[in-house]
């Protein structure tokens, strides 16, 4: 595998794998229905239960992370931007923004309301929606900054500081 995609790579686990940690806080917090991860396994693999969602939805993730990930350097090249943690971060709000809609697309799509709930159980859905939005966003914001940071930190390295890294 040459350099050019040893970088990304790198900086695509790491970063998905904060990315993935941060989207698991609401669960942890005891609200239901609003793991991203098994959400993307099950919506992809079409699995009936959520269980089996979970490592689909982690294979699919970590893919997709690193292909981002390259394309963050990439894109950074392309537009002249530094490659640093802050313009990282910057750039992980807007990716945070369209994830926040990707977010709610999916969680309303696996919870459909029915006329026989609640008012209670329909609020406490958004409260967790919502709770999810908000780790995803504050996830991807992360996720920009490690990604941007690792190649910040390899560019001067003598074995990654590639052309496409310089």
């Not at 396994?41 to 981002?68: E, F, K, M, Q």
């Amino acid at each position: 595998m040459s350099s050019v995609w040893i970088a990304p790579v790198f900086a695509g686990l790491l970063g998905t794998t904060v990315l993935t940690l941060v989207v698991c806080v609401p669960r942890w917090l005891g609200m239901k229905n609003v793991d991203m991860v098994r959400a993307l396994g099950t919506l992809v693999g079409r699995a009936s239960n959520a269980d089996r969602g979970l490592l689909p939805g982690l294979l699919i993730h970590y893919v997709i992370g690193i292909v981002i990930a390259w394309l963050y350097l990439v894109g950074f090249r392309a537009f002249g931007f530094p490659l640093s943690a802050l313009t990282g971060a910057l750039v992980g709000i807007f990716h945070g923004g369209l994830a926040m809609i990707v977010v709610e697309r999916i969680i309303f799509r696996r919870q459909p309301r029915t006329a026989d709930q609640s008012p209670e159980l329909h609020d406490r859905a958004d409260d967790e929606a919502r709770a999810a939005e908000l780790a995803q966003f504050i996830g991807h914001i992360l996720y920009g900054s490690i990604v941007a940071g690792v190649y910040q930190l390899l560019q001067n390295h003598p074995r990654f500081g590639t052309p496409l890294l310089s």
